[in-house]
């Protein structure tokens, strides 16, 4: 079991309050992301479940018990660094099994168990290596293996893949979910890359400025973000905001449409304007427009458009997929009457 | 070309160690004899002979040997929690009292000669073990403590986190995480702090005359009563250095690898 309940929890530092108030439910077995800008304390919550750090206030539930005064080894919990964090002098038997002896479990079991978790991560090679003979990959490995091998209530990530190039980040990516899937137990994962965050996620949890901006899945948030942070930070290229008149035409005083959303043509209906960069990336095209009415919009197109700076274009939304934003930010409900 | 240099270099160095140890195997004659001999003389060990039999060396070589080893161990029994906390849960005067600890190096010892001299006489301290301990040992203290700090900076925090997620609590994170990978920092302190402690002169030469007195006191000893005698003086001093030399020649490799810790990273 592994329920992660936060109630009213928040932190500060000396004066400084860096969360206000955090509630959240996270069920069993789930894979929750925490996602949002650098500072917006994805971190801190993290390590306030973990234990690492004191609340200042509120209450932290761990399969209903309140946790807030247990220590952090004895919260149940494991927890995958950034940094890694292996313990240099050991094997990397070792450090998987550290956790175990701890523990207190008798040695074949440990050795049985460091093993098994060994093979899962294809790591039983390097048992006696120490971590510097090792690759970043491998070591990530290692950090994971440490951390499934107790068979934890959660698992804890803490931007896990940032330090792996791009291409090891993606395969990762997919193993760690797998691999989470397989386990079934709840795993918490802090990242600042939104598109680990729509892959992996269950559930997505944004934070902005130390607040829960929106909890939902990935879908949810993409189709219906709660306020303009959160349209404006899922999603890439990021969300075309317009104000002003065009606006107040949909009875909003922002609408957001999304760079797919919108469909560009040399002649057809819709804003026209002109093309100022046009990024070609082979299945898609990005197109940036100067639209002389309501500024510079984005647009993708599936292919290639043959379009290329200085290009006049028509840029039309698809009338069923604008944002309405109210003079606060938040998502209003309805539909606007015509468009 | 360079590793001639270095050799060029090292024995400019050493030319006056040598020069003292090659003194005291001759005679007194010959010892200031101009031009000077360097290998070719009468090899003698007479001034070892007389050294031991006019002042007990190996009374003062005990007593050398307490001052530092006691004072070392007392200085890291104190130092490496002071250390720990700084380095690993500092609060907001952990730097101030860092520095506030090395400006009391930065005073010459000979301004709080008197203060102490008192208080020692007071409390009974004068010509003892234990006040030589105390002394040498408050005196290292903050280079032991700075030291560790930066050695223990070294650590990754992280480290010690993932070890308590692993479950361990503070006692077993200590002994299976923290020193494990500061062993060498606290081995090179520790190295360190003895050498200071045994070449420390100041203090030993003030309080101290003939029970507690250690190597400096001995070597001391030789210096203008009776005018100078070179060879014998060579002798004590090359006997005074012994150990010392020996415990350095030992752990030269050690001693390196702790004082250029973290530069070659």
């Known amino acids: 079991m592994g329920r992660i309940t936060l109630e009213g929890v928040r932190k500060s530092f000396g004066a400084h309050a860096v969360i206000h108030g955090a509630d959240l439910e996270i069920e069993d077995g789930s894979f929750v992301v925490f996602v949002g800008p650098s500072g917006c304390g994805k971190t801190t919550l993290l390590r306030l479940i973990a234990g690492l750090e004191d609340v200042s206030d509120g209450r932290i539930l761990i399969d209903g018990a309140n946790v807030v005064d247990v220590p952090a080894a004895k919260r149940g919990l494991s927890m995958v660094f950034q940094s890694y964090a292996l313990y240099p002098h050991m094997s990397v038997r070792g450090n998987i099994g550290f956790g175990l002896k701890m523990a207190g479990l008798p040695r074949a079991e440990i050795s049985r168990k460091v093993e098994a978790a060994a093979a899962t991560l294809n790591l039983t090679p390097y048992l006696e290596r120490k971590p510097r003979e090792l690759s970043g990959g491998q070591r990530q490995r290692v950090a994971i293996g440490r951390a499934i091998v107790r068979e934890p209530k959660a698992f804890l990530f803490d931007e896990p893949l940032s330090n792996l190039d791009a291409a090891l980040r993606v395969q990762m990516r997919l193993e760690v979910t797998k691999l989470q899937r397989q386990l079934a137990t709840t795993a918490v994962y802090v990242t600042h890359d939104q598109v680990e965050a729509m892959t992996m996620a269950d559930k997505i949890v944004v934070l902005n400025a130390g607040r829960i901006e929106q909890y939902g899945s990935p879908l949810e948030l993409y189709e219906r973000p709660a306020n303009l942070f959160v349209a404006g930070f899922i999603g890439s290229p990021r969300m075309n905001f317009i104000g002003k008149a065009t606006a107040q035409r949909h009875g909003a005083e922002t609408i957001g449409i999304r760079p797919e959303h919108l469909k560009a043509s040399r002649d057809g209906e819709g804003w026209e304007g002109q093309v100022s960069v046009a ?36 840029l039309l939304p698809d009338p069923g997929r604008i944002h309405r934003f109210d003079s606060d930010g938040k998502t209003m409900s309805n539909r606007p009457p015509s468009s | 070309m360079s590793t001639a240099a270095a050799w060029v270099v090292g024995f400019v160095i050493f030319f006056p160690i040598l020069w003292m140890i090659l003194a005291s195997f001759k005679t007194e004659l010959e010892a200031f004899s101009i031009p000077p001999s360097f290998l070719f003389f009468h090899w003698t060990l007479e001034n070892y002979e007389t050294v031991q039999g006019r002042s007990d060396y190996i009374h003062h070589a005990v007593n050398s040997i307490i001052v530092a ?53 007071t409390f009974g301290l004068l010509d003892t073990l234990g006040g030589l301990i105390l002394v040498l040992c408050l005196g290292n203290l903050p280079i032991v403590v700075w030291m560790l700090f930066t050695y223990f900076k070294e650590i990754p925090k992280d480290i010690l986190e993932a070890a308590r997620m692993d479950g361990a609590t503070v006692g077993r994170e200590l002994v299976y995480v923290l020193t494990p990978m500061a062993v060498p920092g606290i081995a090179s302190t520790l190295l360190l702090n003895v050498i200071l402690a045994w070449n420390e002169a100041f203090w030993t030469l003030n309080l101290s005359t003939s029970d507690a007195a250690p190597l400096t006191v001995f070597i001391a000893s030789y210096s203008s009563p009776e005018g100078l005698f070179w060879a014998k003086l060579s002798a004590a001093s090359t006997l005074a250095i012994a150990p010392i030399l020996v415990l350095g020649w030992f752990s030269q490799r050690q001693l390196v690898r702790g004082l250029t810790f973290g530069a070659v990273k």
């Not at chain 2, 200085?75 to 609060?91: C, D, N, T, V």
């Not at chain 2, 952990?94 to 400006?103: F, R």
């Open chain 1, 279 to 314: 990024e070609h990336l082979g299945s898609d095209t990005f197109l940036h427009v100067d639209v002389p009415e309501v500024g510079s919009l984005t647009a993708r197109s599936i292919g290639e458009l043959g379009l290329t700076t200085g290009d006049r274009v028509r």
């Open chain 2, 69 to 121: 080893g006691g004072s070392t161990l007392i200085a890291m029994l104190i130092a490496i929690p002071a250390a720990w906390s700084m380095a690993f849960a500092p609060s907001k005067r952990t730097k101030d009292t860092l520095l506030w600890m090395l400006s009391t190096k930065m005073m010459p010892p000979v301004g709080v000669l008197v203060p102490i001299y008192l208080l020692y006489r």
